[in-house]
């Protein structure tokens, strides 16, 4: 029996465990897939939104500046890299100024902090390499840049250091209630009892809404594609820069990244597929055209890679986030789209609220509010590497040459809390083939740690768990596959 079980490890679930952490209650999060982070949330623009778009009043914009405010407290107390780049939305159009104005009365509704209109002139000073065409922007200070991996593997690992249990490979097949009020959770493995149960399945999340409730949900799965850009050209330029927004979205922005790079995207199409993140032509060629138009000389011909993601649109384009009226004891976490990024540790702590209310949960003396994360050799002093192989060689063996990643680095990746089990696992923890080669000449080395590390054989190696197996089998015999 558990007090509350989460549905889905994506940045949304592992913020309401993180929250929930700190209770003495007993949480479980189930997760189809191998890992946190493997849905929405390992591909979207790695920003946090100022607040300025959101209707004033929806759960979007509160949420979005309460996710906000509580970034830097959040990115020092789990040790996540984040920056206050601020944000630029532009205007190219002089018959489109008052829109800026519109922008900037909401965000001043929504209590966004530090809004300022600026000029052609003001603009062009701050970011030299915007369109000719500009005719004024809307600058948010506020606004910064994140590592959307990094978020959501530190509120899982904090969570499970504070005794909340994760469960992979487990996908939600059925829900029903008992005559006790007790929820009954049927996966593919086992069934699971719950007093509560928070749903952040993402873009599934109708599925499982819709399996208790009569007042039925629809998500649709809104594709963006996006293109990354070398660090060579990540200094492009230096503040998150938007068009000015649409029905369908925020448009395609241009961004450093985080770790150095250039980001570019999102298109916006509405599928019908819930695993739809192959990238097209089409979609690729419309956002090359739309992000050209407000930044002079993109060097769009840097790209090192293209993906896309899905993002969880709800047709009245906002979060749904309360207990269920026909199926009490069921909380949904819905509908979380752009900026669900940002909101996201503010969705966390609505929830624990709306559960502490009903349960009057009480803190426990042991919780643990920080995490460290993964030694980074990145940016340390020639002494400090130097003490760092002394103690572990294997900070000393370069294994991605792209990203300078060590062998240390990765095999920590692999045996924290929540562990890396597969390439793209390692990837995300530690940026080991995030680089220009795209993992081209690191991919064998790091599936020999891995293989030694987990002890399963080298053939067994996947790229993101399930059947993505990357060498099924061998071509020299049985002979030790070396990685070299």
């Known amino acids: 029996m558990y007090d509350v079980v989460i549905i889905?490890?994506?940045?949304?679930?592992?913020?309401?465990?993180?929250?929930?952490?700190?209770?003495?209650?007993?949480?479980?999060?189930?997760?189809?897939?191998?890992?946190?982070?493997?849905?929405?949330?390992k591909a979207n623009s790695a920003i946090i939104h100022a607040g300025?778009?959101?209707?004033?009043?929806?759960?979007?914009a509160k949420l979005n500046v309460r996710g906000n405010e509580m970034m830097d407290e959040l990115s020092k107390d789990l040790d996540i890299p984040f920056k206050r780049n601020g944000s630029l939305v532009v205007c190219i159009h002089k018959?489109?100024?008052?829109?800026?104005?519109?922008?900037?009365?909401?965000?001043i509704k929504n209590k966004v902090k530090g809004l300022k209109i600026l000029s052609r002139e003001e603009a062009l000073e701050l970011e030299p390499n915007l369109s000719e065409d500009v005719q004024g922007a809307l600058f948010a200070p506020s606004a910064g840049i994140v590592c959307p991996f990094e978020l959501n593997i530190a509120m899982a690992e904090n969570a499970y250091d504070n005794g909340v249990l994760f469960k992979f490979h487990s996908e939600v097949k059925d829900i029903k209630k008992d005559a006790e009020g007790n929820w009954?959770?049927?996966?593919?493995?086992?069934?699971?009892?719950?007093?509560?149960?928070?749903?952040?399945?993402?873009?599934?999340?109708?599925?499982?809404?819709?399996?208790?409730?009569?007042?039925?949900?629809?998500?649709?799965?809104?594709?963006?594609?996006?293109c990354l850009l070398d660090k060579q050209v990540?200094?492009?330029?230096?503040?998150t820069i938007f068009p000015q927004p649409t029905k369908l979205g925020k448009g395609v922005l241009i961004s450093p990244t985080i770790h150095g790079n250039l980001i570019v995207g999102p298109t916006a199409t509405d599928i019908e597929n819930k695993e739809g993140t192959n990238t097209t032509a089409e979609g690729i060629e419309d956002l090359i055209t739309k992000a050209g138009s407000h930044v002079r000389n993109l060097p769009i011909k840097n790209v090192i890679t293209s993906f896309a993601g899905l993002r969880a649109h709800e047709e009245h384009h906002d979060f749904i986030i309360k207990e269920v009226e026909d199926?009490?004891?069921?909380?949904?976490?819905?509908?979380?789209?752009?900026?669900?990024?940002?909101?996201?540790?503010?969705?966390?702590?609505?929830?624990?609220?709306?559960?502490?209310d009903k349960m009057g949960f009480k803190e426990k003396d042991s919780y643990r509010k920080t995490r460290k994360g993964i030694v980074k050799t990145e940016g340390l002093s020639l002494d400090e590497m130097n003490e760092l192989i002394r103690k572990n060689p294997a900070?000393?063996?370069?294994?991605?040459?792209?990203?300078?990643?060590t062998e240390g680095e990765i095999i920590?990746?692999?045996?924290?809390?929540?562990?890396?089990?597969?390439?793209?696992?390692?990837?995300?923890?530690?940026?080991?083939?995030m680089g220009r080669c795209q993992a081209g000449f690191c991919s064998p080395r790091t599936m020999e740690i891995l293989s030694r590390e987990l002890g399963i054989p080298y053939e067994e190696i996947t790229k993101s768990g399930g059947s993505s197996v990357i060498a099924p089998t061998r071509t020299k015999g049985n002979e030790e596959v070396t990685g070299a």
Not at 95 to 107: F, H, P, S, V
Not at 196 to 222: C, F, P, Q, T
Not at 329 to 342: M, N, Q, V, Y
Request: proline letters at 2%; aromatic letters at 6%.
């Open 8 to 41: 889905g490890a994506g940045v949304t679930g592992s913020a309401v465990a993180w929250q929930l952490s700190r209770y003495d209650i007993n949480v479980c999060v189930l997760e189809k897939c191998e890992d946190v982070c493997e849905g929405t949330s």
């Open 52 to 60: 300025y778009d959101a209707a004033e009043g929806s759960l979007m």
């Open 95 to 107: 018959e489109a100024l008052g829109g800026l104005q519109e922008l900037y009365d909401r965000g």
């Open 327 to 356: 199926a009490p004891g069921f909380i949904d976490c819905a509908g979380i789209e752009s900026p669900g990024l940002t909101a996201s540790p503010a969705i966390g702590e609505m929830v624990a609220g709306i559960l502490k």
């Open 412 to 433: 920590e990746a692999i045996h924290r809390p929540l562990g890396a089990k597969s390439l793209d696992g390692v990837k995300r923890r530690t940026r080991a083939g």
């Open 395 to 405: 900070y000393g063996n370069i294994i991605c040459r792209c990203e300078m990643i």
């Open 234 to 239: 990540g200094s492009h330029v230096s503040h």
């Open 184 to 226: 009954h959770l049927n996966t593919d493995k086992e069934e699971l009892v719950a007093k509560y149960v928070v749903n952040a399945a993402g873009v599934y999340a109708d599925n499982i809404h819709n399996m208790v409730s009569d007042n039925k949900i629809r998500i649709i799965e809104r594709r963006g594609e996006y």
